[in-house]
T-cell receptor, first 115, second 113 residues
Framework: GAVVSQHPSWVICKSGTSVKIECRSLDFQATTMFWYRQFPKQSLMLMATSNEGSKATYEQGVEKDKFLINHASLTLSTLTVTSAHPEDSSFYIC???????????FGSGTRLTVV | GENVGLHLPTLSVQEGDNSIINCAYSNSASDYFIWYKQESGKGPQFIID?????DKRQGQRVTVLLNKTVKHLSLQIAATQPGDSAVYFCAENNGDNFNKFYFGSGTKLNVKP
């Protein structure tokens, strides 16, 4: 079945630095990638939608200059958390539509801790 | 996002019993719903889906029921097993973008051996 590979699985960074998270579709082309954030014991919150070859669209309240999204190819989308602060610590998950069936396929998530 | 919420944040069941997890949604235009299972530290995993032209769909040990009148759906797990312990989310398609979903708040299912 469709697989979305997400890296890194966890990262610790200092406050003020930037962190890049990658999501790759391994056996299918993902023209669209969705990025979610999940705080402990909470649901997934859709942050933005990346589209290959065009600008990402952000959900209301999500700072596009802080969460830079790039969809460089049909198999790669990246999320960069810029000037990270402790409140950005969260679980970030990407997902891509699975054209075959089953809605869409999720990456394994990235646990970001900003210290 | 859409307001998709759950009635029960935590559900504890005995192994072998049946589990029922509920979800309410607010957008009457939503036409596609998915139930996901999320184990600790992992991404969500598809369980079962249902379209708005159906009121019931069955999978292996799982059944989803959709009541469009009251905008409610439920996930039934038969003969619950310890491996079913996880957080379960319903996700709602907003009707404008087939692949764009909003998630409910989740229910944690604890299966006691």
């Amino acid at each position: 079945g469709a697989v979305v590979s997400q890296h890194p699985s966890w990262v610790i960074c200092k406050s003020g630095t930037s962190v890049k998270i990658e999501c790759r579709s391994l056996d299918f082309q993902a023209t669209t990638m969705f990025w979610y954030r999940q705080f402990p014991k909470q649901s997934l919150m859709l942050m933005a939608t990346s589209n290959e070859g065009s600008k990402a669209t952000y959900e209301q309240g999500v700072e596009k200059d802080k969460f830079l999204i790039n969809h460089a190819s049909l198999t790669l989308s990246t999320l960069t958390v810029t000037s990270a602060h402790p409140e950005d610590s969260s679980f970030y998950i990407c997902s891509a539509p699975d054209r075959g069936n089953y809605g869409y396929t999720f990456g394994s998530g990235t646990r970001l801790t900003v210290v | 996002g859409e307001n998709v919420g759950l009635h029960l944040p935590t559900l504890s069941v005995q192994e072998g019993d049946n589990s029922i997890i509920n979800c309410a949604y607010s957008n009457s235009a939503s036409d596609y719903f998915i139930w996901y299972k999320q184990e600790s530290g992992k991404g969500p995993q598809f369980i079962i889906d249902i379209r708005s032209n159906m009121d019931k769909r069955q999978g292996q040990r799982v059944t989803v029921l959709l009541n469009k009148t009251v905008k409610h759906l439920s996930l039934q797990i038969a003969a619950t097993q310890p491996g079913d312990s996880a957080v379960y989310f319903c996700a709602e398609n907003n009707g404008d973008n087939f692949n764009k979903f909003y998630f409910g708040s989740g229910t944690k299912l604890n299966v006691k051996p």
